[in-house]
């Protein structure tokens, strides 16, 4: 177990020198932050003018005005978007070049995916992680989904390490110098498994401007305002994509936002079976808002802690509000619930119970493979953070847990913060 880290200054943030350094930077390196920009970027990197459809459009000029309208966002905001916007922009003309190259891939079947969802914080990503270890399962590191198709005429070095890996890697380091305590939240090394909303990217869809940007009210009002359905079926034909490359096996997927995407999930891939965690709300919020609340110091001039608390609680009640309206939309007989606390207690039962309803035999080899993952990776590997949700947010457990309680009714989870 590492050391137990406490951060001290959230609400009076002093800033390290290579956070300063990154700020300073962009002050002095302005984006133009638009969409035509960011575009016109992709297409000089990749050498392809083909997007697609152009709805897409329309929802990326949403990501961005919800940034560049706001006078409180930094300069290193608007970079870090613009830079990310192109890296997605870039992966959809690839990914439009290879299905246009080989359409062929639209033929392949996506069959069965055990699919992950829960709120952050919940122990997803330790599961996710873990089912992926058996190698019978198909998974996505995060090299991969950093850039999903290889650029062409690029092939491993002599050293046989895929440059995509190589270009993660470097980015890892990076992530880790503007944020001390992001391993022990949540690693994103390179053969770390991601979340598949990573794809959705590539099409400008899903919750993730909402936890980049630490909040994102504009572009959160726009995408519940609209059916998310067409954005499963784009991450169907990515996942059709990867397969191609890299071999067809049963996929394992994991994302938050499946929660309250129940419908559009089960329309797109109606054999999967889903995996929904549970956790102490408490424990919750004050975890990822702390972790978001950190991230806000480089975002904001002029951070405000106590909102990206109330931003955070409330999304994890619009999340829960919208699984358990949707639960019946997922056949019992394909479902397991999994509670943090039983979870934590005896991970490899937790992990046969998903075989079982998986319909899928826990090998002796699974259980070696799996367990080789647990023991590289035991839990707190990277420190383990210290809340204070008294003194952090001036709120007591009692009162966040009241804002759950027709989810406590419905989940009656154990109570892991006094």
């Not at 169907?236 to 419908?263: D, I, M, S």
Request: net charge negative.
């Amino acid at each position: 177990m590492g050391e137990t880290l406490r951060i001290k200054d959230l609400r009076d943030p002093v800033l390290t020198e290579a956070q300063q350094g990154f700020l300073t930077f962009a002050e002095q390196n302005p984006v133009k932050l638009t969409v035509e920009a960011v575009l016109a970027a992709a297409a000089d990197a990749t050498g392809l003018d083909d997007f697609g459809p152009e709805d897409f459009k329309e929802r990326l000029a949403v990501w961005i005005e919800e940034i560049d309208g706001d006078p409180n966002r930094t300069e290193y905001s608007r970079m870090l978007l613009f830079t990310l916007c192109v890296k997605y922009a870039s992966g959809r003309l690839r990914m439009r070049d290879v299905l246009t190259r080989h359409p062929e891939i639209h033929d392949i079947e996506i069959r069965r995916p055990v699919v992950v969802t829960g709120l952050p914080r919940t122990g997803t990503t330790n599961l996710v992680n873990m089912l992926a270890s058996d190698t019978r399962f198909r998974s996505m590191p995060l090299w991969e989904t950093d850039e999903p198709v290889p650029v062409p005429g690029e092939g491993p070095g002599i050293d046989g390490v895929d440059p995509r890996f190589k270009r993660c890697e470097q980015a890892w380091e990076i992530h880790r110098a503007t944020n001390p305590f992001l391993a022990a939240w949540h690693p994103m090394n390179p053969d770390h498994i991601d979340e598949d909303m990573a794809l959705m990217q590539l099409d400008f869809s899903s919750y993730y401007l909402e936890s980049l940007m630490q909040m994102a009210p504009k572009w959160r009002d726009y995408y519940l305002a609209h059916d998310q359905t067409p954005h499963y079926e784009w991450l169907r034909t990515a996942l059709k994509v990867l397969t191609w490359y890299r071999g067809p096996r049963q996929w394992v997927l994991k994302c938050p936002q499946h929660l309250e995407n129940l419908g559009p999930l089960m329309s797109v891939f109606p054999d999967a079976t889903v995996v929904v965690t549970h956790r102490d709300p408490v424990g919750v919020v004050q975890s990822f808002a702390t972790m978001l609340a950190f991230m806000g110091r480089m975002g904001f001039r002029e951070p405000d802690v106590d909102a990206v608390f109330e931003y955070w609680s409330e999304l994890a009640q619009r999340f829960w509000r919208a699984g358990i309206r949707d639960a019946h939309l997922v056949p019992a007989d394909r479902r397991v619930d999994v509670f943090f606390d039983a979870y934590m207690a005896d991970p490899m039962g937790t992990v046969a119970g998903v075989y079982e309803r998986a319909g899928i035999e826990f090998t002796d080899e699974a259980r070696t493979q799996i367990q080789a993952y647990v023991d590289a990776h035991p839990r707190d590997k990277h420190g383990s953070i210290a809340y204070d949700i008294r003194a952090d947010f001036g709120v007591t457990p009692e009162q966040v847990r009241e804002k759950f309680r027709f989810y406590l009714d419905v989940y009656p989870v154990k109570p892991e913060v006094m």
